[in-house]
Nanobody
């Protein structure tokens, strides 16, 4: 199964953009549904976006779909999260997750993912 490493986080100002990357090593990357989640200390992990294996259908948290975009490059075994018009409320640790052939109906459920990266901090200042 793949191991995941996130990168691309940092400190930005409100209104800026960031692109997070999730690089996978091992496993057949194209057979895994990839998800992005975020967590603020003291709060539950929150679904951000996911992209399905196979036809690459994607799903977003309703409040984020107008500003965030998930994509994947199977040739590079990498998933991306493009985040635009960032707000201070977007400040969190962002995690990449993978699950073998996870179906679309479960893509927003963190408990359905077995493989997680270490997370990357995103801080948005006002």
């Amino acid at each position: 199964q793949p191991q995941l490493v996130e990168s691309g986080g940092g400190l930005v100002r409100a209104g800026d953009s960031l692109r997070l990357s999730c690089a996978a090593s091992g496993g057949i990357f194209s057979s895994y549904t990839l998800g992005w989640f975020r967590q603020v200390p003291g709060k539950e992990r929150e679904f951000v976006a996911a992209i399905k294996w196979g036809e690459f259908g994607s799903h977003y948290a309703p409040s984020l779909k107008d500003r965030f975009m998930i994509s994947r490059d199977n040739a590079k075994s990498t998933a991306y999260l493009q985040m635009n018009s960032l707000k201070p409320d977007d400040t969190a640790v962002y995690y990449c997750a993978a699950q073998y052939r996870l179906s679309a109906q479960y893509m927003d459920r963190s408990e359905k993912y077995d493989i997680w990266g270490q997370g990357t901090q995103v801080t948005v200042s006002s």
